[in-house]
Each structure stands twice: as C-alpha cells, then as structure tokens.
C-alpha cells in the first residue's frame, strides 16, 4: 500500500467579474421590466409584484459580495439574465476543458510535473456541458497526459469525491498519480431572474495533483483519510437533461431546468449530517479538534460554515482557522474547498493536520484529512 499526497493545486478564475452593486441594478432592472408586463395582473391580485434585490439582502442572506464569470454581459443585460458564451466548433477545445487545463497546469507547475507524469485524469463538476466524449478524456488530449480518464458527477461534493477515488486508485497501486479537475459553470445552471438564489454562484476552475508521496519533489499535503456519504434529497435540484426533449413541456422555460433549492430545508438537514459526518470521521482516525490547524470548507454560506467551524472545533474558529472566500468569488460548487485550500495551506507547518469538506445536492457529503510535510 502507498501513500496518497497532494502535491499540487491550481486555480483558473476567470477574468470577469460582477459586484452585488451590478447584479442588484440588473435584477432590479429586470424586475421593474417584469412587473410592467405583468401590471394587469398584479392589480387584481393574481400575482405578487416582483420585490427588489438589495447588497444588503445578498450580504446578510449569504456573505458573497462578488462572484467571477465567464460572461457577465448577457447576466447582466436585464433582456437576457444568463451568460452568452460563444459557439465552438467540434475541432476546438469545449469551455470545460479549457478552463480544467489552466487548473491543471497550475497544479502540475506547483508539483514539479508535467502532462506526462500524469495517469489518470479525472473531471469532477456539477454540471458538464456534454454527455460524451468525456471532458476529462479531452483534459487528458490536451495536457498529454498517459492512462485513462473519466467524468464524475457528485453534485457541490464532486472535488472531494474524485479526491477520494484518486487516492484509493494511488493507495492500491493502480496508478501512481492522478488530477482531480473541478471546472464549474455555476452561471449557466443558476435562474438570474429569481431574487432568492441570483446572487448565489461564480465561476472557476481548480484542479488537485495526487502522487505517492515517495515520488513527491517538494513539500505535500499527505491523505491520512477520506469518507465519503450520501443521503437522497429533492432539496437541491435541476431537472434539466437529455431527455428534456422527450417530455410534453420539456422545450418551454420552466424554472426547475435550472438551480432550485429549498433553502430553509437545506439549512436544517444538511447541517447535523455534515458536522456529524466530520465528527466521525475524526474520531475513527483519531483525530480531535486540537489536532485541527485549518478548516477548508465548502463555500457556499458563510453562516453555514460558522455553524460547521464551532461543531467540529467545539468553539468559534480563529482567524485563519476557517478561510472564506465566499466573499470573492461566491459559491462555487465542487471547487469552493479547494479554492480555499489552494490560497490557504502554504503556510501551515510540518505535521500540522486539516480538514477539506464539501457537501451538498444529493445530499452529499465528502471529507478529506490532510497532514503536512514540508
């Protein structure tokens, strides 16, 4: 048996970004235009008015101020409310792919490595922008990298499940590394027309390199242990997919092809399973919360997390100990963690031990305990 590590992380953001002050004045807009057509209706009381966003509702109701994009002009463009991204041919490479490479490089420059020293390729996102070929097959086309690669879909707990199948792959033998890629499009699956959840994602891309740590070329974050869980739940979902077409109503607008949640439920649910779930885990490793050096949490409310960093560390977390960067670039699915883990583990000292975690739709819940070697 091997020692699974992770000895490079990458980060793509794209080059666009959108304010709460952007996002309020386009949903506003758009609400205002919304309320027009609809003014006959709204007199006889047949349908409630549409209420206006506010910075100050978005700040209080998740934290986020900012969000990244790879297309914020038709988001922000009160007759379109989603990005505009341009057609590709067969023969270019897919948005996906395009955004996991940038990660991946990164990730491979950190570790010392190149395309070549690569196994597997695994692609791990909410959302994928096509059934087949695999978007990882094409990661792997495009960074040269050796042996197989496959999709996987775990929903906002993807990252953490690929990291979990990479590692067991690099446990076992089977292969000695694997990238982990987590592209996510948030704004193509997220209703900008809906005042509750508008201001809710971003969009990035990361990636994670796992090796044996023998083969490691510098400082690395050793895999002491994963778990993963799942639990199902219609709180989060999207109907949208290849059989929408099949289906009476499936080419109208309806509000379930994109993001909806429940979030009341969400909140009460997801909460105890995720703090219970960390708990055990810790405790059949042997690890307390004195053992902790930093948290990584999934990022998708900065009060959930909270709640979460004072179960698992039985008191409020210190500054550092639990990074945010909900903040900058909003919820990010599957890649939220990892992001927070890319930008915030340098510092931490030989032996110092951490938690990634990432939970959601599904329910699903994944967890990942690191030590440092430096």
Not at 262 to 268: A, P, S, T, W
Not at 353 to 367: D, E, L, N, R, T
Request: aromatic share 6%; glycine share 8%.
């Amino acid at each position: 048996m091997h020692r699974p590590a992770i000895t490079g992380t990458g980060v793509f953001t794209p080059e666009q970004g959108i304010t709460n002050a952007e996002l309020v004045v386009a949903f506003n807009a758009y609400a205002d235009r919304w309320n027009a057509q609809h003014a006959d209706a709204i007199a006889r009381g047949e349908v409630e008015p549409m209420a206006h966003s506010s910075e100050d509702f978005i700040v209080k109701a998740s934290g986020i101020e900012h969000r990244y994009v790879l297309d914020k002009t038709g988001i922000l463009d009160p007759e379109v409310m989603h990005p505009l991204l341009r057609q590709r041919s067969d023969d270019e490479p897919g948005v996906m792919a395009e955004m996991g490479v940038d990660a991946a490089r990164k990730a491979l420059a950190q570790a010392g490595r190149t395309g070549a020293d690569v196994d597997a390729v695994i692609c791990a996102a909410s959302n994928l922008e096509r059934a087949y070929p695999a978007v990882a097959i094409e990661i792997q086309q495009l960074l040269g990298t050796k042996g197989f690669a496959f999709d996987m879909n775990v929903a906002c707990s993807s990252a953490t499940f690929g990291i979990q199948a990479a590692a067991d792959m690099v446990r076992s033998g089977s292969i000695r590394s694997a990238l982990v890629v987590n592209p996510e499009i948030c704004s193509g699956h997220l209703e900008w027309r809906d005042r509750d959840c508008h201001f809710i994602f971003g969009d990035v891309a990361t990636a994670v390199l796992i090796e044996r740590a023998e083969d490691a070329s510098g400082p690395y974050f050793e895999i002491r242990s994963t778990r993963c869980a799942t639990e199902f739940s219609n709180n989060i979902r999207n109907n949208n997919g290849f059989l929408r077409r099949t289906r009476p109503d499936g080419l109208a607008d309806r509000r379930d092809m994109q993001f909806m949640q429940n979030g009341r439920k969400v909140f009460k649910e997801v909460l105890p399973m995720v703090s219970q779930h960390i708990a055990d885990h810790m405790a059949d490793e042997g690890v307390t919360a004195a053992d902790l050096s930093r948290l990584w949490l999934h990022q998708a409310n900065k009060t959930m997390n909270d709640f979460i960093g004072r179960k698992v560390l039985g008191r409020d977390p210190e500054p550092g100990e639990q990074p945010n960067i909900l903040q900058d670039y909003a919820n990010t699915s599957s890649a939220g963690s990892i992001i927070a883990f890319s930008k915030y583990s340098n510092d931490l000292r030989d032996g110092d031990k951490g938690i990634i975690c990432s939970f959601g739709a599904g329910y699903s819940v994944g967890s990942v305990i690191v030590e440092r070697h430096a």
